[in-house]
T-cell receptor
Framework: KAGVTQTPRYLIKTRGQQVTLSCSPI?????VSWYQQTPGQGLQFLFE???????NKGNFPGRFSGRQFSNSRSEMNVSTLELGDSALYLC????????????FGPGTRLTVT | AQSVTQLDSQVPVFEEAPVELRCNYS??????LFWYVQYPNQGLQLLLK??????LVESINGFEAEFNKSQTSFHLRKPSVHISDTAEYFC??????????FGSGTKLNVKP
């Protein structure tokens, strides 16, 4: 099986712009979670989607949003980018409603200038 | 609420020496425990997991971790490290409602 894929791998944006990141989970996995990783804050949970519904949400402002499609692919969007949004954004997929483990993609490195 | 504490942010060690990366968690309910490894510019890879059963779990590349319920710990150990083990290691807890919590990471630096 192919692993979790994320596109693009690298992205450079300027302040005030918006960005959309994409994640394709492992085939058959129905849950997708998003994390932000920075040197200062570590791994922070953004949100989780299961069967097109947001099931869990972390403590991030409303500028961060996401969605999941019927094929389980997921996108996250960040509007009005700030310098502090520069980070590695990781997507993880898991199987079923009660996931015992997550499998991570390689991440999208977002740089905001 | 659950939390995960990795006591050491960096662990330097010489090649072929033993190593222990410490992880403690706080939880009032049963949890599942994981160790992930992250190499530079890559995502996290699952190293090993404790779901139930034997409290000692092993990975295919020589790492092992022991679940200690009374001490709420899940320390990662390897009897002899290699240069290729240099990476950042994350301890994680899965709590009810499919919520995952990660520690702040431990950078393992294996020196020749």
């Amino acid at each position: 099986k192919a692993g979790v894929t994320q596109t693009p791998r690298y992205l450079i944006k300027t302040r005030g712009q918006q960005v959309t990141l994409s994640c394709s989970p492992i085939s058959g996995h129905r849950s997708v979670s998003w994390y932000q990783q920075t040197p200062g804050q570590g791994l922070q949970f953004l949100f989780e989607y299961f069967s097109e519904t947001q099931r869990n949400k972390g403590n991030f402002p409303g500028r961060f949003s996401g969605r999941q499609f019927s094929n389980s692919r997921s996108e996250m969007n960040v509007s009005t980018l700030e310098l502090g949004d520069s980070a590695l954004y990781l997507c993880a997929s898991s199987q079923g409603a009660e996931a015992y483990e997550q499998y991570f993609g390689p991440g999208t490195r977002l740089t905001v200038t | 609420a659950q939390s995960v504490t990795q006591l050491d942010s960096q662990v330097p060690v010489f090649e072929e020496a033993p190593v222990e990366l410490r992880c403690n968690y706080s939880s009032s309910v049963s949890v599942y425990l994981f160790w992930y490894v992250q190499y530079p510019n890559q995502g996290l890879q699952l190293l090993l997991k404790y779901l139930s059963g034997s409290t000692l779990v092993e990975s295919i590349n020589g790492f092992e971790a022991e679940f200690n319920k009374s001490q709420t710990s899940f320390h990662l150990r390897k009897p002899s490290v290699h240069i290729s083990d240099t990476a950042e290691y994350f301890c994680a807890v899965r709590a009810p409602q499919n919520k995952f919590y990660f520690g702040s990471g431990t950078k393992l630096n294996v020196k020749p």
